[in-house]
Every structure is written in structure tokens, then in C-alpha cells.
């Protein structure tokens, strides 16, 4: 049995359950979540493209197993840097290779700060995946475990890697950096999701790379490739396990930060793009 997520109407609102992936095929639908994550907007929008102009976009030729990817529509109504056209996870050699393509621009757009960590936004292009969240070092079954690559100007949660170089390894949040986070069902948070939290006094498993924040969140040394349209994280096997097959799905998104002891410390609180449409995670990777 595999989690599922639903993306619902306009809200975005989003439930995960405990039923087997759908594999059919993806609705050309895209919802943006009202929220407090400073969405990104843009005037320049392109006309759409053709049914065989989205079949053309494809991941390297370096691709060496099985798998099937996600083709999705362009969207008037998202920004082109979060516009999902394409998202794939093949496997190289010894890595599992996230890649999602863009209309326009990826990563080019960071979000605003906020000026302190209350209510600070953070942009991200997300892989939900039907991996375990003991996998990568967290107790069992603990929700969605997801891959993300995120920018976040406010703060710098990758405490042990100096990602811009400049000798001080607490100045990068703005940098596009990687995440593994545990999603859990949050109808507090108005993408109704957010960051699993560790309760006051738990001491769960938690990966080495934990960045001591109390969520289920994991700072691996893993560097995104941002390279015109497309958006790569390269991920050793294993470091999931090296798992035969797994499935998975595209999401592009805005989290925002509280320090109220009242709130999650990480909602998701705008959904941009969805590369299946529903949440389905009808990509597969297999080797």
C-alpha cells in the first residue's frame, strides 16, 4: 500500500491517505492555494503549446532504467519558473536522478524576505515519493517523504554545508538547497499540509544531516542543477535504500514559516503547479 495525496478544487486542499497510487493518466488542471507565501506572479506569459510539443519534452539521454514520467500542461495561471511541463525520476548508475522541466526560468525567482523567521516564505520544486521516511533515517511510516529544492532568504536550515562559499555556512538559505521532508495532513495550514512536527520532549530517529529543528526535516549534502528550464537533484540509491521500484509526482510550491507555539512550523501554504494534477504520483522509477 502506497500514501496518495488529492489535490481538491481551487484551495488546493490536499489529504493524504493510505490507498495504492493511481496510474491513470493526469489532469491538466493546476491549483493555486490562497496563503501567505508570497506567490510568485508574472505578466509574460507563453501561448500554450501543442499536444506534440509537450510529448517532445524528455529527460537526458543518460537515462539507463525504467520509468514513467509525468507530461503536464502549460498553465496560464502559474508563474512560468514553477510551471511544470515535465517531471521525471530515472536511475543512472548509482543515483536516482529528480528532474522536473519548467516553462521558463527555473530557479531564476527567489521569494521576497520577510525580515525575520515569522512568516518567512519558502519557494520550492517538490518529488513526492511512495518511499518509506525510514529510508532516508526517520522512524517508519511517519507520511509523505518528499524531495525538495528550496530558497528561503530568511534563514539558513543546511547548517553543516557553506553552499555560497563565502566561509560562513549560515548565509545560504537564499541559495536553491536540498531537503528531505515528512509531510503529514494539517487542515491548520491552507495548503492542508505541512511539515511532520516532533512533539516537545521525542526523541525519534532522525537522519545525521538533521538540521535540529523540530519537524522531520533532513539538510543531505545534495546540490541542485538549476540550468534553464530544468531542475535536477541527484540522489546516491543508497541513500533510499536502493530501492527496485518507487513511485512518485511533481509539485511546485510556497511553505511559510510561524513561530507561534499554536501553529505548525512549516505549513504548505501555496500550491503553484501539480505535475499529475491530482496528486496521484503515477510516476514510476524502477531499475
Given at each position: 500500500m502506497?500514501?496518495?495525496?488529492l489535490?481538491?478544487?481551487?484551495?488546493?486542499?490536499?489529504?493524504?491517505?493510505?490507498?495504492?497510487?493511481d496510474?491513470?493518466?493526469?489532469?491538466?488542471?493546476?491549483?493555486?492555494a490562497?496563503?501567505?507565501?508570497?506567490?510568485?506572479?508574472s505578466?509574460?506569459?507563453?501561448?500554450?503549446?501543442e499536444?506534440?510539443?509537450?510529448?517532445?519534452?524528455?529527460p537526458?539521454?543518460?537515462?539507463?532504467?525504467?520509468?514513467r514520467?509525468?507530461?503536464s500542461?502549460e498553465s496560464?495561471?502559474?508563474?512560468?519558473?514553477f510551471?511544470?511541463l515535465?517531471t521525471?525520476?530515472?536511475v543512472?548508475?548509482?543515483?536516482?536522478?529528480f528532474?522536473s522541466?519548467?516553462?521558463?526560468?527555473a530557479g531564476?525567482?527567489i521569494?521576497?524576505?520577510a525580515?525575520?523567521?515569522?512568516?518567512?516564505?519558502?519557494?520550492?520544486y517538490?518529488?513526492?515519493t511512495?518511499?518509506?521516511?525510514a529510508?532516508?533515517?526517520?522512524?517508519?511510516?511517519?507520511?509523505?517523504?518528499?524531495?525538495?529544492?528550496t530558497?528561503?532568504?530568511?534563514?539558513?536550515?543546511?547548517?553543516?554545508?557553506d553552499?555560497?562559499g563565502?566561509?560562513?555556512p549560515a548565509?545560504?538559505g537564499?541559495?536553491?538547497?536540498?531537503?528531505?521532508?515528512?509531510l503529514v495532513?494539517?487542515a491548520?495550514?491552507?495548503?492542508?499540509?505541512?511539515?511532520?512536527?516532533?512533539p516537545e520532549g521525542?526523541t525519534?530517529?532522525?537522519p545525521?544531516?538533521?538540521?535540529e529543528?523540530?519537524?522531520?526535516?533532513?539538510s543531505?549534502?545534495?546540490?541542485?542543477?538549476?540550468?534553464?528550464?530544468?531542475v535536477?537533484?541527484?540522489?546516491?540509491?543508497?541513500?533510499?535504500?536502493a530501492?527496485?521500484?518507487?513511485q512518485?509526482d511533481?509539485?511546485?510550491a510556497?511553505?511559510?514559516?510561524?513561530?507561534?507555539?499554536h501553529?505548525p512550523?512549516?505549513?504548505?501554504?501555496?500550491?503553484?503547479?501539480?505535475?499529475?494534477?491530482?496528486?496521484?504520483?503515477?510516476g514510476e522509477?524502477?531499475r
Amino acid at each position: 500500500m502506497t500514501p496518495r495525496l488529492l489535490l481538491i478544487g481551487v484551495t488546493a486542499s490536499l489529504v493524504a491517505t493510505a490507498a495504492c497510487a493511481d496510474t491513470g493518466d493526469a489532469d491538466d488542471s493546476a491549483a493555486t492555494a490562497a496563503g501567505g507565501s508570497g506567490s510568485p506572479t508574472s505578466s509574460a506569459r507563453h501561448p500554450a503549446p501543442e499536444p506534440s510539443a509537450q510529448a517532445s519534452v524528455e529527460p537526458s539521454a543518460e537515462r539507463d532504467s525504467g520509468e514513467r514520467g509525468i507530461d503536464s500542461p502549460e498553465s496560464a495561471d502559474v508563474d512560468p519558473a514553477f510551471d511544470l511541463l515535465a517531471t521525471r525520476v530515472s536511475v543512472a548508475g548509482d543515483e536516482a536522478v529528480f528532474r522536473s522541466t519548467v516553462v521558463d526560468a527555473a530557479g531564476a525567482a527567489i521569494p521576497e524576505p520577510a525580515g525575520g523567521l515569522d512568516g518567512a516564505p519558502v519557494w520550492s520544486y517538490v518529488w513526492p515519493t511512495t518511499l518509506d521516511s525510514a529510508v532516508v533515517g526517520f522512524e517508519p511510516e511517519q507520511g509523505i517523504l518528499a524531495l525538495a529544492a528550496t530558497s528561503h532568504p530568511d534563514f539558513d536550515d543546511t547548517p553543516l554545508y557553506d553552499e555560497n562559499g563565502d566561509g560562513d555556512p549560515a548565509n545560504d538559505g537564499a541559495d536553491w538547497h536540498a531537503h528531505w521532508v515528512v509531510l503529514v495532513e494539517d487542515a491548520s495550514c491552507d495548503g492542508q499540509l505541512s511539515v511532520k512536527p516532533i512533539p516537545e520532549g521525542a526523541t525519534p530517529s532522525l537522519p545525521a544531516t538533521w538540521p535540529e529543528l523540530p519537524i522531520l526535516i533532513d539538510s543531505p549534502d545534495y546540490t541542485p542543477e538549476l540550468v534553464g528550464t530544468n531542475v535536477e537533484l541527484r540522489v546516491p540509491l543508497a541513500d533510499i535504500g536502493a530501492p527496485e521500484s518507487f513511485q512518485f509526482d511533481g509539485v511546485t510550491a510556497g511553505l511559510r514559516v510561524s513561530t507561534s507555539p499554536h501553529d505548525p512550523l512549516l505549513c504548505v501554504a501555496d500550491v503553484f503547479d501539480v505535475a499529475s494534477g491530482d496528486l496521484s504520483l503515477p510516476g514510476e522509477a524502477s531499475r
